[in-house]
């Protein structure tokens, strides 16, 4: 069983430019979140997916966006960057997208804007 | 609208000693409570989950607390090891569909 993985691991863009990042969630997950973690602060929810649909969203401008696939894996795309964009973007994976579902984490994208 | 407060901010002890990181949560509506674990730069391992109707978890040298009438969790750790220094988180998962972050416990562990 593979856990969660993400990439790129880092990655250096300039204001105004697009950026995407990729999520492939664990093997049997059918939802994935992701969250934002600035430095020296706890992770802010962005949005999740569940079965290739927006379940939910957290206080996030609309070009933060997203898409889930068939095979569950994700990606958040992010338009217009902004030097406060820079931050560790991580993303998690459950069996559902309830209370009782364990979310497990992947390692994270750096992400820095100059 | 959900505050997660973590005390202290940063903690440095001796290997050995047994300590007890805080958190707190303004709205006690919550569905569970989770603990993680984060190395600099890297992901979150979750560490301990209790869920609503739970009062504490237990594994290996870890114990997590729960006490939703006040609003409170306590993580305690037994006999730290150098090995244990990280950032500790806690989140709580509420009324939407994801988990409300503190802003951790930075632990330091020294030999």
């Known amino acids: 069983e593979t856990g969660v993985t993400q990439s790129p691991t880092h990655l250096i863009k300039t204001r105004g430019q697009q950026v995407t990042l990729r999520c492939s969630s664990q093997?049997?997950?059918?939802?994935v979140s992701w969250y934002q973690q600035a430095l020296g602060q706890g992770p802010q929810f962005i949005f999740q997916?569940?079965?290739?649909?927006?379940?939910g969203r957290g206080n996030f401008p609309p070009r933060f966006s997203g898409l889930q696939f068939p095979n569950y894996s994700s990606e958040l795309n992010v338009n217009a960057l902004e030097l406060d964009d820079s931050a560790l973007y991580l993303c998690?994976?459950?069996?559902?997208?309830?209370?009782?579902?364990?979310?497990?984490f992947g390692p994270g994208t750096r992400l820095t804007v100059l | 609208k959900q505050e997660v407060t973590q005390i202290p901010a940063a903690l440095s002890v001796p290997e050995g000693e047994n300590l007890v990181l805080n958190c707190s949560f303004t709205?006690?509506?919550?569905?569970?409570l989770q603990w993680f674990r984060q190395d600099p730069g890297k992901g979150l391992t979750s560490l301990l989950l209790?869920?609503?109707?739970?009062r504490e978890q237990t594994s290996g040298r870890l114990n997590a607390s729960l006490d939703k009438s006040s609003g409170r969790s306590t993580l305690y750790i037994a006999a730290s090891q150098p090995g244990d220094s990280a950032t500790y988180l806690c989140?709580?998962?509420?009324?939407?569909?994801?988990?409300?972050f503190g802003k951790g416990t930075r632990l330091l562990v020294k030999p």
């Open positions: 998690a994976s459950s069996e559902g997208g309830s209370s009782t579902d364990t979310q497990y």
């Open positions: 209790i869920q609503s109707s739970q």
């Open positions: 989140a709580v998962w509420g009324q939407g569909f994801s988990f409300i």
């Open positions: 093997s049997g997950h059918n939802t």
């Open positions: 997916y569940y079965r290739e649909e927006e379940n």
């Open positions: 709205d006690s509506a919550i569905y569970n």
